[in-house]
C-alpha cells in the first residue's frame, strides 16, 4: 500500500539550565563562581532514504521529540548536548509547515536537512560575575527547542510517466521496458498504486519511468483515484501518453486523448506543458482501422511523436523508448521545488501589557516570563538584577506615567512587591 501523504509533530529538544555553583577548595576562600553552562538541546534531522518507497512507517508513529540537554554543573562544567533525532524519509518528500502548508524542503538529494533546532543551553553564573557583583547567585535556563506540525508529501522522481484511461496497457508497457513487475490484469483500476521501473536504453544510458494509475474523467476533482496520484506527474520531464485504439472497449482514442489532458490542465498548468509522446498501444488487435487512422493523423497534426505500439508483442517498444530517451536529453533535469517557508520571529515580543484591576497593576509580556526564570528571588543580588532589568525597559517609568501612588501593589506573574518612589 502506498502512503504518500502524512502528519507528524516534531519537537526539538530543550536547552540545559545553566547552574549556580561557586568554587570550593581547600586553602582557597571565596572562589568565587564557576557554573557552567547548559547542554544544547537536540536537532530534528530529515534524511532522504533511497532504500524507502513509502510514508508507511508514519502512519503507526506521529510524534518526534529530540533529547533535551542537559544541565550545567560547578567546575565550570558544560552540560552534554541531546542526541539529534533522525528521520528518515523516501526521496522526492516534500516537508511543509503543517498550519500554513509552506513548503520548508524538498528532500530530492542526499543533503540532511535540519527542521527543529534543538534550544540553547543556559547560562551559568560564572557570566554574571563582575566587579560589584562578585557572587551572582542566578543563572540563564535553557531555551524551548523549535516545534512543527508537519505535513509529508512524497511525489515520486521519475524521468518519464506513463499516463492514459484504466486498462490501457500502461502496466504491461512498464514491465516489458524495465524490470518492475506491476500487478497485470484485464479489468480497470488493477494498479492501485504507481510503480517505478528503471529503463536501461544502452549501457551509458537510462531513465526512471513510472506508471501513474487511475486517470480518468474529474481525476482533477477526485474522481477514480487521479486526484490523489496527479501528484506524482508533476516531477516527470516527459509524459508517455498511452492510448488503446484497439476499439475493443467502445471508446474513441480521440475523446480519451483529450479528457485525460483536460484532466492535466485543471490540476496543473504545467503538467498540460510537459512534452508528450503518444503510444498507441494495442495497434495489434485493432478493430476498425478507420478509427486508428483518424486517431494518427489528429495526433500528428497536433504537431506531437505517435508510435504505434504492442506492449503485450512488444511491436514498436524500443523506438518508443528510444525516442523518450532523446527527449531526455534536450531537456534540465527533475524538478524540484523550492522552499517558501518564512520562519516565526524566535525572539521574544518586547512588548509589555500593564492594566489595573481592583487596584492592583498587573504587567504582563513574554520577555518578562523568560528574565524571571533566570531570578534568584531569595537572592539579595539576583533580586536587584532583577530591578535593573525592570528599569531598563522602562517599566518603571510607564508605572510612573500612569498615575501609580506609592505603596501600591505591582503583580508580574505571582511576584508581587510594593511600589516606592
Not at 508537519?150 to 486498462?167: H, M, R, S, T
Request: proline residues 4%; glycine residues 12%.
Amino acid at each position: 500500500m502506498l502512503v504518500d501523504i502524512v502528519k507528524i509533530h516534531v519537537k526539538a529538544g530543550r536547552g540545559g539550565d545553566g547552574a549556580v555553583s561557586f568554587h570550593r577548595e581547600k586553602y582557597i576562600s571565596a572562589g568565587g563562581p564557576d557554573g557552567g553552562d547548559g547542554g544544547r538541546g537536540g536537532d530534528i534531522v530529515f534524511v532522504a532514504d533511497t532504500h524507502m518507497r513509502s510514508l508507511m512507517d508514519f502512519r503507526y508513529t506521529r510524534k518526534y521529540t529530540a533529547q533535551d540537554g542537559s544541565n550545567g554543573a560547578g567546575g565550570r562544567c558544560y552540560g552534554r548536548d541531546g542526541k539529534d533525532t533522525v528521520i528518515k524519509v523516501p526521496v522526492g518528500t516534500l516537508i511543509r509547515e503543517g498550519t500554513t502548508g509552506q513548503l520548508m524542503c524538498d528532500m530530492s538529494a542526499d543533503k540532511p536537512f535540519i527542521v527543529a533546532k534543538g534550544g540553547r543551553g543556559g547560562w551559568g553564573n560564572s557570566h554574571f560575575a563582575t566587579s560589584t557583583r562578585q557572587a551572582p547567585r542566578f543563572a540563564k535556563p535553557g531555551l524551548e527547542g523549535e516545534e512543527y506540525d508537519l505535513i509529508l508529501e512524497l511525489k515520486l522522481l521519475a524521468d518519464v510517466g506513463l499516463i492514459g484511461y484504466p486498462n490501457v496497457g500502461k502496466s504491461t508497457l512498464l514491465s516489458v521496458i524495465s524490470a518492475a513487475k506491476p500487478k497485470i490484469a484485464n479489468y480497470h483500476f488493477t494498479t492501485l498504486e504507481p510503480n517505478l521501473g528503471v529503463v536501461e536504453v544502452d549501457r551509458e544510458n537510462s531513465f526512471i519511468c513510472a506508471d501513474i494509475p487511475g486517470l480518468i474523467e474529474g481525476a482533477k476533482d477526485g474522481a477514480g483515484l487521479g486526484h490523489h496520484f496527479l501528484r506524482h506527474i508533476e516531477r516527470c520531464r516527459v509524459l508517455v501518453h498511452v492510448v488503446d485504439v484497439s476499439g475493443f472497449e467502445g471508446r474513441d482514442p480521440i475523446e480519451d486523448f483529450e479528457t485525460i489532458n483536460a484532466e492535466l490542465s485543471g490540476y496543473s498548468e504545467r503538467l498540460a506543458e510537459l512534452p508528450q509522446i503518444v503510444a498507441a498501444n494495442k495497434s495489434d488487435i485493432v478493430q476498425d482501422q478507420e478509427a486508428k487512422q483518424r486517431f494518427l493523423d489528429y495526433i500528428e497534426a497536433k504537431g506531437l511523436p505517435v508510435f504505434e505500439i504492442s506492449a503485450a508483442t512488444r511491436q514498436g517498444v524500443q523506438p518508443l523508448v528510444y525516442a523518450a530517451s532523446q527527449k531526455l536529453e534536450e531537456l534540465p533535469e527533475v524538478v524540484t521545488f523550492e522552499p517558501d517557508f518564512v520562519p516565526p520571529e524566535k525572539n521574544y515580543s518586547k512588548e509589555t501589557e500593564i492594566r489595573v484591576e481592583d487596584g492592583v497593576y498587573i504587567v504582563e509580556g513574554d520577555w518578562l516570563i523568560r528574565a524571571m526564570s533566570s531570578i534568584n528571588f531569595g537572592d539579595l543580588e539576583s533580586r536587584l538584577h532583577f530591578e535593573k532589568i525592570l528599569e531598563k525597559e522602562g517599566i518603571f517609568d510607564r508605572l510612573a506615567e500612569m498615575g501609580i501612588p506609592e505603596r501600591a501593589t505591582v503583580n508580574i506573574y505571582g511576584l508581587e512587591f510594593e511600589y516606592v518612589y
